[in-house]
T-cell receptor, first 114, second 112 residues
Framework: NAGVMQNPRHLVRRRGQEARLRCSPM?????VYWYRQLPEEGLKFMVY????????ESGMPKERFSAEFPKEGPSILRIQQVVRGDSAAYFC????????????FGNGTRLTVT | SQQGEEDPQALSIQEGENATMNCSYK?????LQWYRQNSGRGLVHLIL?????REKHSGRLRVTLDTSKKSSSLLITASRAADTASYFC????????????FGQGTRLTINP
């Protein structure tokens, strides 16, 4: 049973380009979360999605960032017109339904904006 | 602002010693979870303690929760070099529908 798969592992973009980060949840998991981690810091919540629905996007910047979790295919975190401050590790986690289910994390995508 | 705050920020001990990390939080919670992160990797779930529990064990891990003080501790007994990692506590607000909020973490180094 494969874990949470994120790709790419490393992504380099120039300022102004678009970054697309992909996340395939564990089999049977219908809830997906995106977190951002700056060096030497904890994870900051960005967005929580279920299939075809955004449940909580309170941690998403108002501009340039969007997320989706379509009926078929992986969840996508999209960052338009990237800036240097977007450089970070972006982690996806998934869980089955249930308030007390632990999160299963992928190994992250490290985005570097040059 | 972060819900959870770990203390200390960094801890270095000898192999075989016990390691204790603390976490404080601000709002009421459903449960508190501890995760480990090895360098360059994702987080791995260690243990979950519910708000109506006071202590929980899993192998060499012991977690306590004091809801009156809004604090938790993680004890790793008989530490091993492989325990070297960052450890994070995470909490969910009662109305938070599993939106976990993580602390800054404790960087634990086990010296052989």
């Amino acid at each position: 049973n494969a874990g949470v798969m994120q790709n790419p592992r490393h992504l380099v973009r120039r300022r102004g380009q678009e970054a697309r980060l992909r996340c395939s949840p564990m089999k049977g998991h219908s809830h997906v979360y995106w977190y951002r981690q700056l060096p030497e810091e904890g994870l900051k919540f960005m967005v929580y999605l279920q299939k075809e629905n955004i449940i909580d996007e309170s941690g998403m910047p108002k501009e340039r960032f969007s997320a989706e979790f379509p009926k078929e295919g992986p969840s996508i975190l999209r960052i338009q017109q990237v800036v240097r401050g977007d450089s970070a590790a972006y982690f996806c986690a998934s869980s089955p339904p249930g308030l007390n289910s632990p999160l299963h994390f992928g190994n992250g995508t490290r985005l570097t904006v040059t | 602002s972060q819900q959870g705050e770990e203390d200390p920020q960094a801890l270095s001990i000898q192999e075989g010693e016990n390691a204790t990390m603390n976490c404080s939080y601000k709002t009421s919670i459903n449960n508190l979870q501890w995760y480990r992160q090895n360098s360059g990797r994702g987080l791995v779930h260690l243990i979950l303690i519910r708000s109506n529990e006071r202590e929980k064990h899993s192998g060499r891990l012991r977690v306590t929760l004091d809801t009156s003080k809004k604090s938790s501790s993680l004890l790793i007994t008989a530490s091993r070099a492989a325990d070297t990692a960052s450890y994070f506590c995470a909490t969910d607000a009662i109305r938070g529908a599993q939106k976990l909020v993580f602390g800054q973490g404790t960087r634990l180094t086990i010296n052989p």
